[in-house]
């Protein structure tokens, strides 16, 4: 387990219903680079940065952990680090996990 710690960067993959409501701007099924701000006991707060570039604040956000079943609602996760000799892969598309391939 990663300990969430303030000012780490984490991927985040906003609500569906944020998206259709225009809240965020679709990101086309990548995950958006987040700074942790705040760290709960069970959540983090993030500052989101879009596709464009604009920064959102999202509070109380689940920091998912590698093997944890993904939620329903908007979520955060730790991007996947590559080895020294790994090709760079492509982000995952939304619903699918770091590290599955």
């Known amino acids: 387990m990663i300990i969430p710690t303030v ?9 569906k219903g944020e998206i259709e409501a225009g809240t965020i701007p679709d990101p086309e099924g990548q995950p958006l680079a987040a700074i ?9 707060n993030l500052m989101v940065i879009s596709a ?10 689940p920091l998912m952990q590698e093997g944890d079943a993904q939620p329903a609602g908007d979520y955060c996760e730790w991007p996947k680090r590559a080895t ?18």
């Open 7 to 15: 000012g780490r960067v984490v991927w985040y993959y906003p609500r």
């Open 36 to 44: 942790i701000a705040h760290v709960n006991p069970d959540s983090v």
């Open 52 to 61: 464009r570039g604009t920064p959102y604040c999202r509070n109380f956000i």
């Open 84 to 101: 020294p000799n790994e090709k760079p892969r492509p982000l995952p598309a939304r619903g699918e996990r770091a590290g599955q391939v």
